[in-house]
């Protein structure tokens, strides 16, 4: 495979570059690369993949764009609100190198991820949950496939290269998902809007060299960054042979003595055509407005009202985005209502797309 006449224009930097060159640009250009989630993480990852020439890019997701998420996810724009952020995210793309062939998914699953995982060379890990990361994880082992880890905390980040040349996998790292609640989101906890960006640079850092075969993947270790204190640790990970040994791909649901009150999407569609239920919308106002399903909004932000103005009359459903804040705020109300009959919307919103 050699590179056109408009290749070698636009990626005449990598061709000049020492110890990088045709050579690699060339490796770039047959790979193909998945990004589930096209967050804070993703949007990042998916433009500076994209500029560099991947071959294909994959993107799954099943979220809309909000105005909060343009605080952090600057591939997209106002105009893109309300939009499925696959698409924005294919349009933008497209519009920066139309040389990339770009696939769009829908939220990655059990019973979807075999099939999905299987077109791609590596996957990198933008969402922003356990049960994602253990089933992209799982799934990465089982295919022998290199897995880029990326998490953020308020001003802290955190990245790795799993399942690379036999190195460890994420259960290496983290054995068993956290209790519900115990870890909260960027949507609770909040996030530096330049965090993601750096995370996220990193782990397309992390597939162009895995990639290339060019310097030192964070394979067998990871690395942690405090914008605060502008720190950046290094820590090993050893590997777990036991973690290598998986039998097929399993689901991972929340953890929590409240874990099996989640419900899906279906089933509160089919709740609010028959029962007379009290549905409690637990995202912030701007979420809200720009999309919504009915009920009352009550902000995360704002939830000790709800707790001390509780309708303990009413079978009541919980609902957010991606199932996070909501099964947190399920599982205060039956701390403090323990007969009272309250569910979480599994997966959140994003599950109506």
């Known amino acids: 495979m050699t590179l056109s006449a408009e290749e070698n224009l636009r990626y005449s930097r990598h061709l000049k570059l020492e110890g990088f060159g045709a050579d690699a640009q060339i490796k770039l250009k047959q790979a193909s690369v998945l990004v589930v989630g096209a967050g804070g993480l993703g949007c990042p990852c998916l433009l500076y993949l994209a500029a560099a020439g991947i071959g294909m890019l994959g993107i799954a997701d099943s979220d809309i764009v909000s105005v909060s998420n343009l605080q952090r996810q600057v591939l997209y724009d106002t105009n893109d609100i309300g939009l499925l952020k ?11 190198n139309p040389l990339v062939e770009i696939n769009t998914h829908p939220r990655i699953t059990t019973e979807n991820v075999v099939d999905i995982i299987a077109r791609y060379d590596l996957v990198i890990d933008g969402s922003d949950n356990f049960e994602t990361r253990y089933l992209l ?43 519900a ?20 640079t990193m782990q397309a850092t992390e597939a162009i060299k895995v990639i290339t075969s060019i310097g030192e993947p964070l394979s067998g270790k990871a690395l942690m960054i405090n914008l605060l204190t502008n720190s950046y640790d290094t820590y090993g990970i050893k590997l ?37 239920i009290l549905l409690i919308d637990v995202r912030e ?13 009550v902000p995360y932000s704002e939830i000790e009202e709800l707790l001390t103005n509780f309708n303990k009359d009413k079978k009541i459903v919980i609902i957010c985005q991606t199932g996070a804040r909501s099964l947190n705020v399920l599982s205060r109300l039956k701390d403090k209502f323990p007969e009272s009959i309250i569910y979480n919307l599994k997966h959140g919103l994003q599950a109506a797309f």
């Not at 259960?171 to 998902?177: A, D, E, K, V």
């Not at 399993?250 to 003595?257: H, I, L, P, R």
Request: overall charge negative; some cysteine; charged content about 15%.
């Open 240 to 276: 777990n042979p036991k973690n290598k040994i998986l039998s097929g791909i399993q689901s991972v649901n929340e953890t929590g003595e409240n874990a099996h009150l989640s419900i899906s999407y279906f089933t509160l569609q089919s709740w609010l055509e028959t029962e007379d």
């Open 285 to 297: 106002e701007n979420e809200f407005e720009a999309f919504n399903i009915g009920g009352i909004n």
């Open 86 to 96: 696959t698409e924005a995210a294919k349009t933008h793309l497209q519009n920066r």
């Open 181 to 200: 609640g115990d870890v909260p989101a960027c949507s609770e906890a909040g996030v530096l809007g330049v965090l993601p960006g750096i995370i996220g």
């Open 137 to 179: 994880n799982d799934a990465c082992v089982l295919a022998n496939k290199p897995y880029i880890y990326g998490a953020l905390f308020k001003f802290e980040g955190q990245v790795s290269t799993f399942n690379y040349n036999n190195g460890p996998t994420y259960r290496c790292l983290y054995p068993t998902p956290p209790n």
